[in-house]
């Protein structure tokens, strides 16, 4: 039996929108365990990390707010990454908001460089959140991690030393509609596969995760996945700060939960931006909770009704 561990991340000081905290608990409350259970996994939850506040030197961005307790998240989450995927099959990380992925991916990676595995990121987001702190006009620190971990310049001294980076051509972003100017820059200075929600429109979903994970096979690579509430078209999805039209349908969603199925290459998950505060009787939670069973084996058949 197929072992799965839940780390609840209730990282809440990435962004400016309150009510990420309320995460975790709510994607156990949308049934995320016994789902799982039912597709034949063992799964352990080891309940909620908890956050350290380490003294950090001021930054020069004055827009930079929370840095302090950010860096504290990543090294807490780090370690907990690591952990976890020393001991289960599959590890899930619930958000909490996106910069929890300054630690999490940190973690897996270093597992996997242990192990003599390349490590790959699937990121499905409508934002490619490749800033720096120095680049970044908001302060909102969730817009960070991408650049972070792929080993970017502006984090020295800032956040905790990188030990295994990821290499840029080794990320794929799906769903991207909504960039800043300093981040159209940086993507046009990195090889990192990006295929915003024109190219969905104009080529679908398949194609390009098809040729992604054969090159994670070819590799014999391990993928993470970081999947964002706003990844998603905000009709189906509302329970998130950062809404952007024009997001993945339901069926799309679905489809690529399946093909990494499928594929037998994912070994660890990111849930991540749900915000409870925002959403519609639980309508969020329970779709990002389906859409996490079609990634460990539901089928279409075996999709049940859901009554809102």
Not at 39 to 55: C, E, Q, R, S
Not at 115 to 125: E, P
Not at 183 to 202: G, T
């Amino acid at each position: 039996m197929l072992n799965c561990t839940l780390v609840g991340a209730p990282v809440d000081c990435g962004s400016s929108q309150l009510g990420c905290v309320m995460g975790p608990d709510a994607f156990r409350t949308a049934g995320l365990k016994p789902t799982i259970e039912a597709l034949g996994y063992k799964v352990h939850d080891v309940g909620n990390i908890a956050g350290k506040t380490p003294p950090v030197a001021p930054h020069q961005n004055e827009a930079i707010h929370h840095l302090s307790e950010i860096v504290g998240w990543a090294t807490a989450l780090e370690d907990a990454a690591y952990n976890a995927i020393k001991t289960s099959d599959l590890p899930i990380f619930l958000g909490g908001d996106h910069a929890l992925s300054i630690g999490t991916v940190p973690g897996v990676a270093r597992y996997a460089a242990e192990n003599g595995r390349t490590q790959f990121v699937l990121w499905l987001d409508a934002h490619p959140d490749i800033h720096s702190p120095l680049t970044t006009t908001s302060g909102n620190l969730h817009g960070t991690p991408v650049a972070y971990f792929t080993g970017q310049a502006g984090f020295e001294n800032v956040y905790p030393v990188l030990r295994h980076p990821i290499d840029p051509m080794n990320v794929c972003m799906m769903g991207i509609r909504s960039v800043d100017p300093s981040e159209n820059d940086h993507l046009a200075q990195c090889n990192i596969d990006v295929h915003d929600m024109r190219a969905i429109d104009e080529r679908g979903v398949a194609d390009p995760l098809r040729q992604f994970l054969q090159r994670v096979k070819d590799a014999n690579g391990v993928l993470h996945v970081s999947l964002d509430v706003d990844f998603l078209e905000p009709n189906i999805a509302p329970a998130v700060g950062t809404t952007v039209p024009g997001g993945a349908t339901f069926r799309e969603a679905h489809l690529i939960m399946e093909m990494l199925c499928d594929s037998g290459l994912v070994t660890s998950l990111d849930l991540v931006e749900l915000n409870p505060f925002l959403d519609e009787r639980g309508r969020t939670a329970t779709l990002m909770v389906d859409l996490c069973a079609s990634l460990l084996g539901r089928k279409v058949l075996d999709r049940p009704t859901r009554s809102y």
